[in-house]
């Protein structure tokens, strides 16, 4: 989109931060929800590494599986904060969707910019306050330093494009609503995958071999555990790189699909 295209869409990315600020009480009880969350996460974990016959598993060492699976935690509150789905699904319920698409403006690049905002909010009251806790978490419980500012630049580079990509699987997920009149299925179908696959519960090293070879020719590693692996400074410069040109290149692809 050229300069003059996207300001008219600013509008929208201001509502998704508004509409993100108007329940800061709910997402003050998300977060704590969270934080609660990160040091069951832990004590999960120690847990499971005390009693285990090595101290790598599946690859991992307990402060590699903590850090991983914390982050990832984190990660998803910015990444899964695309309100695509639902915007579509509320629009084809209440019978709006038929005056968003003779709009003069785009109706996919509507929903990216209300997402956008959406995903500004969520850095604001959900992401910085839980990194300044898993930091503090990471630091006193397995001695882990806090990224370097260039490995910061790098993550969110990554996360924004994972952002991305998470909302046109939401968007190509959501016209489907129009079919099958079943959000609610749709929506459960579409958590678990997405989260499963995308690394977000577990890393792809604990999944089988057949399916990482699948997960190569998907998105879904694209969206959580990519961006994470960037953070943790498990990756070369050479494979960061590598990381976010396939993330641009899931974004063209996804795109080109949302608006066929």
């Not at 832990?42 to 590699?64: C, Q, V």
């Not at 079943?182 to 090293?205: E, Q, W």
């Not at 399916?211 to 959580?224: E, I, Y």
């Given at each position: 989109?050229?300069l003059?295209?996207?300001?008219?869409?600013?509008?929208?990315?201001?509502?998704?931060?508004?509409?993100?600020?108007?329940?800061?009480?709910?997402?003050?009880?998300?977060?704590?929800?969270?934080?609660?969350?990160l040091?069951?996460?832990?004590?999960?974990?120690t847990a499971?590494?005390?009693?285990?016959?090595?101290?790598?598993?599946?690859?991992?060492t307990?402060?590699e599986?903590v850090?991983?699976?914390?982050?990832?935690r984190i990660?998803?509150?910015?990444?899964?904060?695309?309100?695509?789905?639902?915007?579509?699904?509320?629009?084809?319920?209440?019978?709006?969707?038929?005056?968003?698409?003779i709009?003069?403006?785009?109706?996919?690049?509507?929903?990216?910019?209300?997402?956008?905002?959406?995903?500004?909010?969520?850095?604001?009251?959900?992401?910085i306050?839980?990194?300044?806790?898993s930091?503090?978490?990471?630091?006193?419980?397995?001695?882990?330093?806090?990224?370097?500012l260039?490995?910061?630049?790098?993550?969110?580079?990554?996360?924004?494009?994972?952002?991305?990509?998470?909302?046109?699987?939401n968007?190509?997920i959501?016209?489907?609503?129009?079919?099958?009149?079943?959000?609610?299925?749709?929506m459960?179908?579409?958590?678990?995958?997405?989260?499963?696959?995308?690394?977000?519960l577990?890393?792809?090293s604990?999944?089988?071999?057949?399916l990482?070879t699948?997960?190569?020719f998907?998105?879904?590693?694209?969206?959580?555990?990519?961006p994470?692996?960037?953070l943790?400074?498990?990756?070369?410069?050479?494979?960061?790189?590598?990381?976010?040109?396939?993330?641009?290149?899931?974004?063209?692809i996804?795109?080109?699909?949302?608006?066929?």
């Amino acid at each position: 989109m050229r300069l003059r295209s996207i300001k008219k869409y600013t509008a929208f990315t201001k509502g998704g931060i508004l509409s993100g600020f108007a329940y800061k009480f709910s997402a003050f009880g998300w977060l704590l929800g969270d934080i609660i969350s990160l040091f069951i996460l832990y004590f999960l974990w120690t847990a499971i590494y005390k009693n285990a016959t090595s101290d790598i598993i599946n690859g991992m060492t307990f402060k590699e599986m903590v850090s991983y699976l914390i982050y990832a935690r984190i990660a998803t509150t910015l990444v899964f904060s695309s309100a695509s789905f639902w915007i579509i699904g509320e629009d084809i319920y209440e019978g709006g969707i038929s005056i968003s698409l003779i709009r003069p403006l785009n109706y996919r690049n509507q929903l990216l910019a209300i997402s956008f905002g959406n995903f500004i909010s969520a850095l604001i009251l959900m992401f910085i306050p839980l990194m300044i806790v898993s930091s503090i978490l990471l630091h006193f419980t397995v001695g882990l330093t806090v990224p370097s500012l260039l490995t910061i630049i790098l993550f969110f580079i990554s996360a924004v494009f994972s952002f991305i990509i998470a909302d046109c699987l939401n968007f190509l997920i959501g016209e489907l609503v129009l079919f099958t009149n079943a959000m609610f299925g749709l929506m459960l179908i579409k958590n678990i995958t997405m989260s499963f696959l995308s690394g977000s519960l577990l890393p792809s090293s604990f999944f089988p071999n057949w399916l990482n070879t699948a997960l190569k020719f998907l998105p879904f590693q694209s969206m959580v555990e990519k961006p994470i692996m960037i953070l943790m400074n498990k990756l070369s410069v050479t494979e960061t790189l590598v990381a976010i040109a396939i993330q641009i290149l899931w974004v063209i692809i996804l795109n080109m699909c949302c608006t066929l």
